[in-house]
């Protein structure tokens, strides 16, 4: 186990360099007009998104994703390696990260890449997470929900406070170049959902094609894809029960909070995110 890395107030991963990547990768990197970022913050349903994506770019034709380790198809800015390879790689590229606005490429915010923001709810982004962060090593292990659930709540969590990065991506969900998704959306209607991106990203698929992307996006074919369910991530960075496909569900955090948890996360909810319209989260 491991501390957080604290960086300008935000609790980080602690691999090698990553300090220094993200002030880099902040002054430097060069978003460019033709990428597509995926923003979200840990445990919304990242991977599922990255995965209809990249399929979406092989019209449902799995060799990629097959292939490819995810993080290799789509890296991350913030990983060291991650951040190399998008330095490297020509043409338009698919972007992931979990950055918070005020740590994120500067370049991003002039440029006309266009971004998916996927939220979910944070309740079961809570649990998700306490799950996941418990088995990797480049973090600080919770010994409880208990424990976690209050360094939720305070943003003493990898990637700082769901609240505040929620709310400062938000800001942004006016311009055309912004599309806002939902976990819970996604669940209720994947192939809408993928329709939706598909119309953003100004791609056109025919019915079978769609069917294809449905298809080795669901859980299960992910949950047994080794190039999208983590089974590769490196023995210094987890151990080896680490499962990112865990439930998939909507709704878990009602198997694990108590009703003390229930009736305090949502009060600092409806504090935290006052101000949003009705209906655009769609779990509330
Ligand atoms: P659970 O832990 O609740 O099961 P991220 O990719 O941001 O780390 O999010 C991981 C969460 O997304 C996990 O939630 C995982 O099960 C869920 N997930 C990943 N792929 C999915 C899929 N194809 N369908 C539904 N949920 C998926």
Known sequence: MSDYLWFEGIPLPTAENQKEKIEESRDKLVIRDEDTVILTYPKSGTNWLIEIVCLIQTKGDPTWIQSVPIWDRSPWI??????QKLIN????RIIISHLPFHLFPKSFFSSKAKVIYLIRNPRDVLVSGYFFWSKMKVVKNPESLRTYFEWFLKGNVAYGSW???????????ERDNFLLLSYEDMKKDAKSTIKKI???LGKKLEPDELDMVLKYSSFQAMKENNMSNYSLVPEDMASKDLVLLRKGMAGDWKNHFTVAQAEAFDKVFQEKMAGFPPGLFPWE
């Open 163 to 173: 609240f505040e990065h929620t709310r400062a991506w938000l800001s942004m969900r």
């Open 78 to 83: 913030e990983s060291p390696d991650g951040y």
């Open 198 to 200: 598909c119309d953003f």
């Open 89 to 92: 790689k020509e043409g338009p």
